[in-house]
């Protein structure tokens, strides 16, 4: 038997069956945008530091078990010994749940 997460007893939750697809799983996204977005890295022990800037994400429809078609550009700084460029980054990603395997096709980096 398979453990139950605290969750479920506190919201009377009950776990679909193996082999049926839970509740909500059907969920589908029109897509997911980000754009201008920065992350910045610093590591005080080593002195580095590292940015990426203008980030921008862009994916098609996300539907449980179904391809994802993904665009990424960005900007990456590093602090010493200051290096900068751009990338942008484009294919097609997927998660299959019933095998628990990840596959990438298409793949595209421009620098």
């Given at each position: 038997?398979?453990?139950?997460?605290?969750?479920?007893?506190?919201?009377?939750?009950?776990?679909?069956?193996?082999?049926?697809?839970?509740?909500?799983?059907?969920?589908?996204?029109?897509?997911?945008?980000?754009?201008?977005?920065?992350?910045?890295?610093?590591?005080?022990?080593?002195?580095?530091?590292?940015?990426?800037?203008?980030?921008?994400?862009?994916?098609?429809?996300?539907?449980?078990?179904e391809p994802?078609?993904?665009?990424?550009?960005?900007?990456?700084?590093?602090?010493?010994?200051?290096?900068?460029?751009?990338?942008?980054?484009?294919?097609?990603?997927?998660?299959?749940?019933d095998?628990?395997?990840?596959?990438?096709?298409?793949?595209?980096?421009?620098?």
């Amino acid at each position: 038997m398979a453990g139950r997460p605290n969750l479920d007893d506190l919201l009377g939750t009950k776990r679909a069956p193996a082999g049926e697809v839970p509740p909500g799983a059907a969920l589908a996204i029109g897509g997911v945008n980000l754009s201008d977005a920065r992350i910045t890295w610093h590591d005080a022990s080593a002195k580095a530091s590292a940015t990426i800037d203008d980030l921008t994400i862009n994916t098609g429809p996300v539907r449980l078990g179904e391809p994802i078609q993904l665009a990424i550009g960005f900007i990456v700084e590093t602090g010493d010994p200051g290096l900068s460029g751009r990338g942008d980054l484009a294919g097609e990603v997927g998660f299959n749940p019933d095998t628990q395997t990840s596959t990438v096709r298409n793949l595209s980096l421009k620098t």
